[in-house]
């Protein structure tokens, strides 16, 4: 007892010695490094949480012809990396104490060989770059994106290394809700995105079905002939497909050809907002129906002959056994996939960006267009019009919109109820 | 089971109509129509590409679904003209080290977690997926300048490492679905006979969870392929240059002046994929409903 208190005193002192009180001479070591790295760096530390506060305080200047300047935006990410990298030596910290604790008891110490010991820690030398990845290309640039919603960091006059960048509170947020052209744009930003994830989600999904049906139904011979054709647009890389589609439907292209040819005008499938709209439907539909028809096909040839043969038996006709037994069947199982993808699609910026690029332009909008959703908005804000403050906003909402859809999905699927059993 | 269905085929063929009835016909006729209308939708694009691409001007007005006189000229200038040869090396050498750093991590990672109790671990799988939900390009500022700090932009390097980093969290869901159902009994055993952790990990789990590390594999493999928004962001010289960023100038950039060159290189790009994924089409369905519900 006097022993535990002893080793935790000391490894509250300084890092590891309590380790080394216990003879574990190696991990003391390693502890007490760790902490006069720390202990080095001190005034760095001190230096990037004064960046993370005032966000820099001397303006862009020349001093004999030497621009002397803080970037304000560097400054806060470099507090923000310092701020993660104290959590983690807080963590290590306590962790230390516990442990010289935990070994405090075990005087008799068996000689572990090296390999052994390996093999104990592997659980934690396996997590170590998962964790980094989680905490630096995750985490740090999710809280980056939340503190710059609080901030004017934008062009022209809060950009830097010209500028430097205030905290602002929640002015961006009054401005997104309360100035006319930002709201006008939100609102129907965000109109269109959910229309447009409904939208694609539903034709993708019963499309898909109609295929998988069509192609297990007993008149069909070939199956596995039309199911390589149709699967194809699966298998080639989407952006060529979306950048191809955005060729033929263009003014020029095959379709207002074939249109022509027939003996009809040209019409402008990607200029015309609703034409457009259409358009992109058709194009995710041509896109994502073989991902489903390939996740359905096989849970159809599950479902058990027996349930339609008792039907037949009943009397049931087509329509019906689709809707009391394929349907509740195949949605059941499907479900998860239908919420993820109505979030994808929510998001589906590659597709936006690559055959319309937001386009036709909407004067009434603000860094948007017709067919822009919130993602490809952003995606405007901040590449072509540096308008990160707003930007972050909308990000803020975004998530705020998807993360409960998500969450909500995980806990249903089986990664997550398999851990029911283990606690 | 054998028997019932053999019965009820009994009962049932009366209430049948007779085979090759008019309404049959008429219904074999409209499901090949279907299909047939259907492949044709499907295959358009892709023979409108291929045509393309043998056309011998430049332009999209100009060309032809079946040119008069094919020419391989594009596939030619694509090599002799262009930075093809260099975006294509560059992108299979990301995709490459891509595939065997992510399948490496995630899948330790996976297993881990799969097998390994520890405190708040339902929690953090749950604050790792949705965080995962956040648009991965807003992070674009974060990373530019985290990658300048530890000086890896514009290198191969620092991108992979930030693909493969960045889909552990996601990945690892999905594994750790399919892990989870091999069951614990046979690593037990292997550790009753004294296998390390990694030894029961290399010579127990990974043979029998082939299709899920095939699956990741691959989409960490073709994943690189089409991204160019971080290629764009990260890659900052032409010899750094990379296929996505490369085919998507080519058809934004100057009012579709290569269109021809576009086609032919999206055909190069495209016949690799689809083949790779061919040969694993039935791995790749496996891996998908990895994380459907339990049934």
Known sequence: MEKKKKTMLLSALFMGLGQIYNKQYTKGIAFMLIELIALINIPKFLKALWGLYTLGEVKFHYVNGKAVFDHSIFLML?????????????????????????????????????????????????????????????????????????????????????????WVGFENFKDLFKMDIWSTTLKGTIKWTITWAFLATFTSYFGGLFLA???????????????????????????????????????????????????????????????AKIVLVLINLWLGAPYFMALMTSILTNISRDLYESADIDGATGFHKFFHITLPLVFYSTAPM????????????????????????????????????????????????????????????????IAPIVAFTFTRTRSFKEEDLIQ | MMFSKVEKKGLNTPLHKKKNSPKKIILKVFLYAFLIIHSIVVLFPVIWTIGSSLNPGDSLYSSTMFPKNPTFIHYKELFTKTDYPIWYMNTLKIAFMNMILSVILTSFTAYVLSRFKFKGKKLTLTAILVLQVFPSFLTLTAIYVLLMQLNLLNTHIGLVLFYAGAQIPGNTWIVKGYLDQIPRSLDEAARVDGASNF?????????????????????????????????????????????????????????????????????????????????????????????????
Request: net charge positive.
């Open chain 1, 78 to 166: 470099q507090g923000l990396i310092s701020v993660l990298l104290l959590l983690l030596l807080i963590f290590l910290y306590v962790y230390n104490i516990k442990d010289a604790r935990d070994n405090a008891e075990k005087i008799e110490h068996k000689k572990i060989s090296i390999h052994d010991k390996i093999d104990k820690m592997f659980p934690f030398i396996v997590l170590t770059p998962g964790l980094l990845s989680l905490m630096f290309l995750i985490l740090l640039p999710i809280i980056f994106t939340v503190l710059v919603a609080f901030t004017n960091f934008s062009a022209p006059y809060h950009l830097p290394p010209r500028n430097l960048v205030d």
């Open chain 1, 213 to 275: 049906m069509l192609i297990n139904s007993a008149e069909v011979k070939l199956k596995k002939f039309w199911r390589s054709i149709f699967i194809l647009p699966y298998a080639i890389p989407g952006l060529i497909s979306m950048l191809v589609m955005r060729l033929m439907f263009s003014g020029p292209g095959i379709i207002n050809d074939i249109i022509e040819r027939i003996g009809f005008p040209r019409i402008d499938w990607l200029t015309e907002p609703i034409n």
């Open chain 1, 338 to 401: 239908i919420i993820m993808s109505f979030a994808y699609n929510f998001n589906n910026f590659m597709l936006i960006y690559a055959v319309t690029d937001g386009g036709p332009v909407n004067p009434e909008y603000r860094y948007a267009g017709h067919t822009d959703l919130l993602i490809s908005w952003i995606y405007k804000m901040t590449l072509d019009q540096q308008q990160y403050h707003m930007a972050s906003v909308v990000t803020i909402l975004i998530f705020l919109m």
């Open chain 2, 199 to 295: 030894t029961t990990f290399t010579k127990i789990i990974v043979p029998l969870a082939k299709p899920i590390i095939v699956f990741l594999a691959l989409t960490s493999f073709t994943g690189p392929w089409m991204d160019f928004i971080f290629q764009r962001l990260v890659l900052r010289t032409a010899d750094k240059k990379t296929l996505a960023v490369g085919l998507l100038e080519m058809v934004t950039g100057q009012a579709n002046t290569k269109f021809t060159t576009f086609a032919a290189g999206a055909i190069l790009v495209a016949i690799p994929i689809v083949i790779i994924f061919t040969f694993i089409q039935k791995y790749i369905i496996e891996g998908l409903s990895a994380g459907a519900v339990k049934s």
